[in-house]
């Protein structure tokens, strides 16, 4: 394929931001790879370089006055439109790419609209679960109820929609009548796992401790478990940790609960390697990193019955997804732990269910779509 010229903007690139960060760096390493030119437009934070170039792509980061690297407040999505406007109207008018790929339509995708609006470069929309009504109630109804009159033109002039996971995509088409093509996110699959059974059984919980992944529900429910052997690794933190030690040491378990707080990437592949299952208590998902990584280290995905991973759990086969309450949840953990071969088995369908998540398919996709959209740059007449 012809390589290409793509200015990919995101308010949450590595390191800032979780997995929708790491997704789109994945996408554009391995686009950069086939031999397209990536630069990526994102928020700054004072002790990351405002320039540097990562597995092939340029990356550029305007000060954002961010102060955390995991969590953006409304203000400081604000402020990162404010600091990358004119950096973006630089690169396309200096480096004139052939599309943009914006993820996230919130705050993003406004960048991406009115830098289309003055230029007419195309861009395409990559929706992740925040950015749509009904994702994240807990975090964005109040949001949405202020701004969605004004993200419907997001949607509707991106010259193409894309969702990460059957769920986006069904509430974009409801709260913006338009069908997102479904673009799974992917990973490097790598060598096939040994599936090593680890006496007592390892559980892994990966994720910020906030309401959305609802860490205090895991505990109480292994706290039900006293009785099976097995200990549970936590991987994350955030505002919930101390109430997850509280349920832990009122639960009994408190010496079976390890907290390791947030790790890179290597070192939770290494956990993954050393775990048997994941456990994801999320009342949301889009579709979650984590789960789709747990499925390449041949984890059994033991989550809550939300939309957003039913991309990832067959139940029965490689995990199970159950009620959100202390019993519900504990129940089908119960069964999987106290029968080695039904753990076993979930795990050897978890790998069988990662080639669904392959990342050649995914950016395949991307690559496609983005030349599809692309087209010359109106200043230069130069051809795509």
């Known amino acids: 394929m012809e390589p290409r010229r793509i200015l990919c903007l995101n308010y949450e690139y590595p390191p800032v931001g979780g997995g929708g960060g790491r997704i789109a760096h994945r996408i554009n390493a391995a686009l950069a790879a086939r031999g397209h030119a990536v630069r990526v437009q ?9 320039h540097e170039t990562v597995d092939g792509v340029d990356i550029f980061r305007a000060e954002s006055f961010r102060k955390k690297e995991d969590t953006c407040t409304v203000p400081e999505m604000a402020l990162f439109l404010a600091t990358s406007l004119l950096p973006t109207l630089h690169h396309i008018r200096r480096w004139r790419p052939h599309v943009i790929h914006a993820h996230f339509a919130v705050p993003t995708g406004a960048l991406a609209w009115l830098v289309s609006r003055l230029t007419g470069s195309p861009y395409v929309l990559t929706a992740h679960l925040g950015d749509v009504p009904g994702g994240v109630p807990e975090q964005t109804a109040g949001l949405f109820r202020l701004v969605q009159p004004f993200t419907r033109p997001i949607w509707r002039n991106a010259a193409a929609v894309t969702a990460v996971s059957t769920f986006v995509a069904n509430l974009a088409e409801t709260a913006y009548a338009l069908r997102p093509q479904i673009i799974l996110n992917g990973v490097p699959l790598g060598p096939e796992p040994a599936l090593t059974a680890h006496h007592p059984p390892r559980l892994l919980f990966v994720g910020r401790l906030s309401a959305q992944k609802n860490p205090v529900l895991a505990v109480r429910a292994l706290a039900q ?3 099976l052997p097995w200990e549970l690794r936590v991987i994350g933190d955030g505002p919930l940790r101390a109430d997850m030690e509280t349920a832990a040491r009122d639960g009994g378990i408190a010496d079976r609960v390890h907290f390791l707080g947030w790790l890179d990437a290597p070192a939770v592949s290494r956990e993954m390697t050393d775990a048997d299952a994941l456990v994801l208590s999320s009342t949301s998902e889009g579709l979650p990193m984590a789960a789709i990584e747990a ?8 989550g809550g019955d939300i939309p957003g991973l039913r991309d990832v759990v067959i139940p029965g086969q490689n995990g199970t997804l159950s009620p959100l309450d202390p019993d519900g949840f504990a129940a089908p953990l119960r069964a999987a732990l106290a029968d080695p071969a039904q753990l076993a088995a979930f795990r050897k369908n978890s790998r069988a269910r990662a080639a669904a998540f392959d990342l050649p398919r995914t950016v395949d996709q991307y690559e496609h779509l983005l030349a599809r959209v692309a087209r010359p740059n109106p200043a230069t007449g130069e051809s795509a």
């Open 42 to 50: 994102t928020a700054g934070l004072r002790h990351l370089a405002p």
């Open 225 to 227: 478990l006293h009785d």
């Open 295 to 302: 499925l390449t280290h041949g984890l059994a995905v033991f």
